[in-house]
């Protein structure tokens, strides 16, 4: 089985072009669902990401925002790198034969 160029190119240009969905709201909404920025004192509350530094040796390295920002920017960009990769491939692999 071929994958699909234009279902793979459609979703690519999903990604690429975030139509219908902002990565924004995507990334907090996973930084909200990790529950790991906030403590037992902040309840139901989460730090946001630009209230949070990374620090190595005591030296400032970057926000924690920037940091996601530009690792969820590579993340997609690295997913549609793979999405090309598949474009006239055997997909037939990937598929339990039952």
Known sequence: MKANKK??????????NQEGWDLDE????????????????MGEHTLATD???IEWGGEHVCNLCDFVDRFSG???EKICNILDS???EDISDYFDEE
């Open 74 to 76: 590579i993340f997609i």
């Open 26 to 41: 995507v990334v907090d909404e996973i930084i909200e669902d990790t529950e790991l920025l906030r403590t037992k004192e």
């Open 7 to 16: 279902t793979l190119m459609a979703v690519k240009q999903f990604l690429e």
């Open 86 to 88: 598949f474009v006239g």
């Open 51 to 53: 209230e949070c530094g």
